[in-house]
């Protein structure tokens, strides 16, 4: 299944943040990411089904950083005045059409630069959540999407950096020290 509705704007609004993910204010998404990028609020999603396989998706053409690139589930930016909580579960419906629980493992600031494109520069807060059902794509964010056991991943990463997201592999390489064993021991992973 497959849907084409428009949920990205340029123009909407970011929360910045300061190093230590205060909020500080608002610029446009556009402003956000063009040159060195400024530093604002964002978050990731891994999604896992029963079999322990990871949810990627191929971000779309459209896309102005990274596009065609593969990377982790979902992620996105929540919207001023949204709590962070609301924005994952908004944005998972948005892109893949998948409703699960989602917890919350960690948050990191990082610099990732397209070259003369723009940047991410993002104070990222990285969620997990386990589902099996149905998945609904946004054709206008996602190109192709597939599960994949860690093992192939782990390959593929090594073998192909460069088809992948920075975030993805920044994120990926810390839950796989200090989270994995938790997310694939989670109940909600049984059910």
């Known amino acids: 299944m497959a849907r084409s509705e428009d949920v990205s704007d340029s123009g909407e609004e970011l929360i910045l943040v300061d190093e230590l993910d205060r909020e500080i204010g608002h610029s446009s998404k556009s402003d956000c990411h063009v040159g060195n990028g400024i530093l604002h609020r964002a978050f990731s999603i891994f999604i896992f089904n029963n079999r322990n396989e990871l949810l990627l998706q191929r971000r779309s053409a459209e896309k102005p950083l990274w596009p065609d690139y593969w ?55 990285v969620y997990y959540g386990h589902y099996d ?38 994120e990926w390489a810390q839950i796989t020290n200090s989270y994995l064993d938790t997310i694939l021991q989670d109940p909600q992973a049984e059910s």
């Not at 979902?74 to 924005?87: D, F, I, N, Q, T």
């Not at 794509?137 to 390959?155: F, G, K, P, T």
């Open 71 to 125: 990377s982790n589930t979902c992620c996105s930016h929540p919207r001023v005045g949204e709590l962070m909580e609301e924005a994952v579960s908004r944005r998972l419906v948005e892109e893949l059409g998948i409703e699960c629980p989602l917890n919350f493992l960690y948050k990191f600031k990082y610099h990732a630069q397209y070259g003369a494109v723009g940047a991410e520069h993002e104070y990222c807060w």
């Open 133 to 170: 059902g149905e998945v609904d794509v946004n054709e206008r964010e996602i190109a192709e999407w597939r599960y994949i056991d860690i093992a192939s991943l782990e390959s593929e990463v090594a073998a192909s950096p460069e088809n992948f997201t920075p975030w993805l592999k920044m």
